[in-house]
């Protein structure tokens, strides 16, 4: 059974979706740091085990990242999922993790990579938004995509009913992607070379809501 463990910062919407998805594999671990992260508590409560390892706490971000890689080897991890983890990780850091660690990201990659993505859509005038699973790269937000959540921008839409929306995606295809890892339809071979069920993953998988 592949052993799962989910790095957090904050509320863990995506985090209860994992747990509520019932994966093959095991969720043996959570990251948070943040203590104060309701996250903590959503994992606490599904009897999943924690580390709150603060970044504040150490001189260099490669210190902080040493301490989370390590955690990740005593918990002998095969897979790393970020959950709303809001740190910037090291080259070293990612490079130890490749091939093995999942972001998702409130966009239609390659565009809108880094932050306010609801906003710059609506700016923009776009007919379509989403949310975006891929690997993750030491640069950002640039790993290939596995998988995509695609909705229609409604006329109504502002920052935050788009945001909603775009979550209300999120937990539908994370815990999908994850899970397709688990048993093995979706296997990672080199940087260029993503396999989804014996075929060469060209395009990520695309569920549309519109």
């Given amino acids: 059974m592949m052993k799962i463990a989910v790095l957090v910062s904050g509320s863990g919407s995506n985090l209860q979706a994992l747990i509520d ?8 671990g959570v990251i948070c740091n943040k203590p104060e992260a309701y996250a903590l508590k959503r994992a606490q409560q599904a009897g999943i085990q924690t580390a709150v390892i603060e970044h504040k706490q150490y ?4 210190t902080f990242d040493d301490v989370m ?4 080897l005593d918990w002998n991890i095969d897979l790393v999922v970020l959950a709303g983890f809001m740190r910037i990780l090291s080259a070293k850091f990612v490079h130890a993790w490749e091939g093995k660690m999942l972001n ?8 809108y990579k880094g932050m306010h993505t609801h906003q710059r ?3 923009t005038g776009d007919m379509y938004h989403g949310c975006t699973v891929h690997y993750v790269t030491a640069e950002l937000d640039a ?9 229609q921008v409604a006329r109504h839409d502002d ?6 929306r775009v979550h209300e995606l999120e937990h539908l295809i994370y815990p999908q ?3 397709w890892i688990c048993t093995g339809a979706l296997q990672y071979h080199n940087t260029n070379t993503v396999m989804y069920r014996n075929q060469v993953l060209n395009q990520p998988i695309q569920f549309c809501k519109l």
Avoid: C, F, W
């Fill in 177 to 179: 992607v994850v899970e």
């Fill in 69 to 72: 890689h390590q955690q990740l």
């Fill in 121 to 123: 859509v609506l700016n």
């Fill in 104 to 111: 998702i990201h409130p966009s239609l990659l390659p565009h």
């Fill in 21 to 28: 998805a019932r994966l093959s594999g095991q969720i043996v």
């Fill in 59 to 62: 001189p260099t971000r490669e």
């Fill in 143 to 151: 790993g290939q995509s596995l998988a995509q959540g695609v909705l």
């Fill in 159 to 164: 920052v935050d009913k788009l945001a909603q």
